[in-house]
């Protein structure tokens, strides 16, 4: 192979006189892009397909509704629910029971407070009846002791310090067996004033401070 010789180059060819020759420097190749700009692109391609992947994937995932943890955490809810409305109608009826004892209550304390009234006003009645019962018993009493006094039953008695003196009947009728006697006190029957077996009838005797009076079979007398 024959060899070519190259031309020579001046000085005064490059514009630098008197400087050696020294070989042309070789051309950079040039630049696509920087280099940040094309990785941020390249993530960006990378999103898009992951999102598609992800779209594409979870269409086709099961309904989580039809989990057994979603049926669970379904019928935890409704239990929790079903409490929540059997606390709410307990606590409804309790207060409407609140609400009637309550009423209730008041009832009562003004059926107390009315009671009580009555029961003063008892009180008070049967003091009233019981000091007329006192005042009727006391009547009574007197009337029956003075009865008493102005009644004559069968015996010897003493005018002034036995019976009082007066006039006196015998309260019912007498039979033929019936016997009295009036006596001068004191001499033991043997001064007698007056006496009588009447027989029948109602027979009257007239009797004095200082007299003795004697009644046989003849019933009780009374003061006139």
């Known amino acids: ?11 005064s060819e490059t514009g630098n006189a008197g400087a050696p020759d020294l070989p042309a420097k070789p051309k950079k190749a040039s630049k696509i892009g920087k280099p940040g700009k094309g990785r941020r692109i ?17 269409m086709a995932l099961e309904d989580p509704t ?8 379904a019928a935890e809810k409704a239990s929790v629910e079903s409490a929540r409305d059997g606390l709410q ?12 004892l309550d009423a209730g209550i008041e009832d009562r304390e003004a059926a107390v407070e009315e009671r009580a009234a009555d029961l ?9 009846a019981e000091a ?5 018993e006391k009547a009574v009493t007197g009337a029956e002791k003075e009865k008493a006094a102005n009644t004559i039953h069968e015996g010897t008695w003493t005018v002034g310090v036995d019976i009082a003196a007066g006039t006196y009947r015998t309260t019912d009728a007498v039979d033929s067996d019936c016997y009295w006697g009036i006596y001068t006190s004191g001499t033991n029957g043997d001064d007698i004033i007056a006496n009588d077996i009447p027989g029948g009838g109602r027979p009257t005797v007239t009797l004095s401070k200082g007299q003795d009076f004697n009644t046989t079979r003849c019933g009780t007398w009374t003061k006139q």
């Open 1 to 11: 192979m024959s060899t070519e010789t190259l031309p020579e180059i001046s000085a």
């Open 42 to 58: 390249a993530m960006a391609i990378s999103a898009v397909v992951l999102f598609g992947g992800g779209i594409a994937s979870g």
């Open 66 to 73: 039809a989990s057994e943890e979603y049926a669970a955490l």
């Open 89 to 100: 109608s307990d606590y409804d009826t309790l207060n409407a029971d609140y609400d009637a």
């Open 120 to 128: 003063e006003k008892g009180e008070a009645e049967l003091k009233e």
């Open 132 to 136: 007329a019962v006192k005042k009727r």
